[in-house]
């Protein structure tokens, strides 16, 4: 059986909902648009891939309940990254109605978008920790999705929590256009000790190199670093389409990655790109294919 390919990270979204979009301006006009399972369905079967996890765009429950019926109605979609109310002391009874709901099989995990609170400690909060103790117990991943100045509380929450599965979005955000990497090493490393239950997207990374001028020789020496903390059994490909429209086509994201592990074994291929996701979200379609 040919072994399935997930991009592990994308999103649909629509402007015109009311959701927090004002950041598709400046540079990122060219994606202030409607994308949804259509636009990305071609993109799909040109490069093989099987399946996807939806991930969430703001901090918003209504939208969490968009994406698990959208993943019912889609046929790619296997998972879903949605929003809940860390600090809402009544999160717990938020997760139990969303995973009862007929949808509620295809939410997989959670995220906050942490790098937009001024607090870059916000997930070191009472609150948000009580938040994170009833994902746990709810089964769920969840998703980190810092930039550098928020990487230390992601290492020491996960650090706090080791009987739960964390996914590390984008690497964490280095600075690839300026070629920003030892302060941004030193702290992946301490991923070391937390690398069994803690999972990297190997994506992301497009848009923080040049976007006119980049290549896979850019990304190469942060990808090596990834996999040498992380290992083959712990990183997933992800193309965090539509965002990275703006700096490379989806078949462009799927290229560059695949030149930056063109090293790698195929057992490894496989999992990077496919088995990994399934193993971390524990994709309900697919685990029959855990490595």
Known sequence: MTNPI????????????????????????????????????????????????????????????????????????????GWVDLTDPKVGDTLAELKAAPEGKWLVGVRHLIQTESNPNWLLRDDAKRGLKAIEAAGLVYDLVPNLPQLPSCIETAQAFPGMRFVLD????????????????????????????????????????????WTPEDLKPYVREVIEVFGTDRCMFGTDWPVCLVAASYDGVVEALRECLKDLSEGDLARIFGLNAIEAYRLPAFQEHKP
Request: aromatic share 12%; charged share 25%.
């Open 170 to 213: 984008h690497i964490s955000k280095p600075e690839i256009r300026s070629r920003s990497f030892d302060e941004w090493a030193v702290l992946i490393r301490q991923f070391r000790s937390q690398r069994d239950h803690v999972w990297c997207k190997l994506s992301g990374m497009v848009t923080e190199a040049d976007w006119k001028s």
């Open 6 to 81: 997930i991009d592990s990270h994308h999103h649909f979204w629509d402007p015109a909902s009311g959701g927090d979009y004002g950041w598709l301006s400046g540079p990122f006009e060219p994606i202030n648009r409607t994308f949804e399972p259509s636009d990305l369905r071609p993109s799909l079967k040109k490069n093989g891939v099987t399946a996807t996890v939806l991930v969430q765009t703001w901090n918003d429950l209504g939208e969490t309940w968009d994406f698990i019926r959208t993943a019912e109605a889609t046929d790619f979609v296997a998972g879903v990254v």
